[in-house]
């Protein structure tokens, strides 16, 4: 279970354990940096917890170091759990959504490709002003503009994104329907962007699972999963896996290219016939 108040003491937990294990075994963080192929300012840094190691850089450590099989195994399971990390939306809200936007923001200045992974509402990236405002973002000014702002990384050629939505998504009316229709007319145009791959998931498809939340994966080194009460970020290459697993299982089902688009304008159409 994920404990939010328990996350930083994992963390440090983990930064002091690594250091003990290197002076117990004599070696200098210099000869540790060699044995791992890292830097010896990493190093440094993870011993003083300054950076949060991944999953794999303390398998490493733990090679180099020789950390008996048990002892080991204790320690990965806590790196694990300090790469995983909870962020409640009642204290996001309370505290204010615009630096929750503002990490949205780097993740997608750092990676190169991104997949979301939209069952029951569209992201932010894809949203209309109208349909960013009947979120609970709008009462937050500054922060739904920042939402919207973030839309120009779309048009940025040296990246990859890949968004895929159910149709249930996308019928989902959060608006009038005139403007609901302005919103799917949106969804036609990013889905041209060079950037751009945009797929709908129709209701005839025989699906063998269900979709269960929103997530997002980045670069597939790092996940996150939307909930009701909060957002999950794993950076467990396990729990990435599992989530690029899901997203590939879709894709197989999913409607691509002119074929998404042709349904997207049918539901326009559709919204229009009923404002």
């Given at each position: 279970?994920?404990?939010?108040?328990?996350?930083?003491?994992?963390?440090?937990?983990?930064?002091?354990?690594?250091?003990?294990?290197?002076?117990?075994?004599?070696?200098?963080?210099?000869r540790?940096?060699?044995?791992?192929?890292?830097?010896?300012?990493?190093?440094?840094?993870?011993?003083t917890?300054?950076?949060?190691?991944?999953?794999?850089?303390?398998?490493?450590?733990?090679?180099?170091?020789?950390?008996?099989?048990?002892?080991?195994?204790?320690?990965?399971?806590?790196?694990?759990?300090?790469n995983?990390?909870?962020?409640?939306?009642?204290?996001?809200?309370?505290?204010?959504?615009?630096?929750?936007q503002?990490e949205?923001?780097?993740?997608?200045?750092?990676?190169?490709?991104?997949?979301?992974?939209?069952?029951?509402?569209?992201?932010?990236?894809?949203?209309?002003?109208?349909?960013?405002?009947?979120t609970?973002?709008?009462?937050?000014?500054?922060?739904?503009?920042?939402?919207?702002?973030?839309q120009?990384?779309?048009?940025?050629?040296?990246?990859s994104?890949?968004f895929?939505?159910?149709?249930?998504?996308?019928?989902?009316?959060?608006?009038?329907?005139?403007?609901?229709?302005?919103?799917?007319?949106?969804?036609?145009?990013?889905?041209?962007?060079?950037?751009?791959?945009?797929?709908?998931?129709?209701?005839?498809?025989?699906?063998?699972v269900?979709?269960?939340?929103?997530?997002?994966?980045?670069?597939?080194?790092?996940?996150?999963?939307?909930?009701l009460?909060?957002?999950?970020?794993?950076?467990?290459?396990?729990?990435?896996?599992?989530?690029?697993?899901?997203?590939?299982?879709?894709?197989?089902?999913?409607?691509?290219?002119?074929?998404?688009?042709?349904?997207?304008?049918?539901?326009?159409?559709?919204?229009?016939?009923?404002?």
């Open positions: 279970m994920i404990e939010p108040e328990g996350q930083e003491q994992q963390r440090a937990d983990l930064a002091a354990a690594l250091k003990e294990l290197r002076r117990v075994s004599g070696l200098s963080g210099e540790l940096a060699v044995r791992t192929g890292m830097s010896q300012t990493k190093i440094s840094r993870i011993e917890g300054r950076a949060l190691p991944s999953v794999f850089d303390v398998q490493a450590i733990l090679r180099a170091l020789e950390v008996p099989r048990v002892q080991a195994d204790e320690l990965m399971e806590l790196a694990r759990l300090a995983t990390e909870y962020r409640d939306f009642r204290t996001e809200r309370r505290t204010g959504l615009l630096q929750l503002r949205f923001e780097a993740l997608e200045r750092d990676a190169h490709e991104i997949r979301h992974f939209l069952p029951t509402m569209l992201t932010g990236l894809l949203q209309t002003p109208e349909y960013a405002r009947a609970d973002i709008a009462a937050q000014p500054k922060a739904l503009a920042k939402r919207l702002a973030r120009a990384v779309l048009y940025e050629r040296s990246k994104f890949t895929l939505l159910t149709e249930a998504a996308v019928r989902w009316p959060l608006l009038p329907f005139d403007a609901m229709a302005v919103q799917v007319d949106r969804l036609i145009s990013v889905a041209l962007l060079p950037s751009v791959r945009l797929g709908v998931t129709p209701f005839r498809a025989p699906l063998p269900s979709p269960l939340n929103v997530f997002t994966i980045y670069d597939e080194v790092l996940a996150t999963a939307e909930t009460g909060g957002m999950i970020i794993m950076r467990d290459p396990r729990d990435v896996a599992i989530h690029l697993e899901e997203f590939r299982e879709f894709e197989r089902f999913t409607l691509w290219g002119t074929d998404a688009t042709d349904l997207l304008a049918s539901l326009a159409a559709e919204f229009r016939a009923r404002a």
